[in-house]
T-cell receptor
Framework: DTAVSQTPKYLVTQMGNDKSIKCEQN?????MYWYKQDSKKFLKIMFS???????INETVPNRFSPKSPDKAHLNLHINSLELGDSAVYFC??????????????FGEGSRLTVL | RKEVEQDPGPFNVPEGATVAFNCTYS??????FFWYRQDCRKEPKLLMS???SGNEDGRFTAQLNRASQYISLLIRDSKLSDSATYLC???????????FGSGTKLNVKP
């Protein structure tokens, strides 16, 4: 069973469209994250949720809206897609007691291409 | 300025070689330090934590120098399977916030 799964794995869309990426973890973790990895391989945190509550919101355009219906799910909706949104989006999770060990569990990534 | 800086490489080494990567971090309040490994088109995975006293896991040795704010990773007896990108990661203030370097690419050749 995949611990952190995200869908879709690949997404190709036109500028201006709206799209969503879904993430689910079956590890029983309390905290989930969205990271963006750009073409230069720089992995940057976007959002973090703990038990469905938003705790980190980095400087991300408000076209990006995360939603956590329960602690096992964290979805990302993107409005009015722009070329610069093209990247790989990684979902991750961690358990509070493991956070200081650096143990983040990542999904396989969702590769978004905006044309 | 980025929180974590790494030499992007690539480092091209023969099998059996010893290779070392460094990274520097800008925030002196950084609390925890890690190395992650990311294979091509895959997700990052934790390789090892880095402790002030230095720590070893098989062929991998990690060191932390708080005074100079740098972290190192030494790989001995390189294997072909070590080819990957190695990401330096620091945790600052809030334990939920991890900052990743852009990674150092390693190619181990036969």
């Amino acid at each position: 069973d995949t611990a952190v799964s995200q869908t879709p794995k690949y997404l190709v869309t036109q500028m201006g469209n709206d799209k969503s990426i879904k993430c689910e973890q079956n590890l029983g973790h309390d905290t989930m994250y969205w990271y963006k990895q750009d073409s230069k391989k720089f992995l940057k945190i976007m959002f973090s949720y703990n038990n469905k509550e938003l705790i980190i919101n980095e400087t991300v355009p408000n076209r990006f809206s995360p939603k956590s219906p329960d602690k096992a799910h964290l979805n990302l909706h993107i409005n009015s897609l722009e070329l610069g949104d093209s990247a790989v989006y990684f979902c991750a999770s961690s358990q509070e007691r493991q956070v200081n060990t650096g143990e983040l569990f990542f999904g396989e990534g969702s590769r978004l291409t905006v044309l | 300025r980025k929180e974590v800086e790494q030499d992007p490489g690539p480092f091209n080494v023969p099998e059996g070689a010893t290779v070392a990567f460094n990274c520097t971090y800008s925030n002196s309040a950084s609390q925890s330090f890690f190395w992650y490994r990311q294979d091509c088109r895959k997700e990052p995975k934790l390789l090892m934590s880095v402790y002030s006293s230095g720590n070893e896991d098989g062929r991998f040795t990690a060191q932390l120098n708080r005074a100079s704010q740098y972290i190192s990773l030494l790989i001995r007896d390189s294997k072909l399977s070590d080819s990957a990108t190695y990401l330096c990661v620091v945790n600052i203030y809030n334990f939920n916030k991890f900052y990743f370097g852009s990674g150092t690419k390693l190619n181990v050749k036969p």
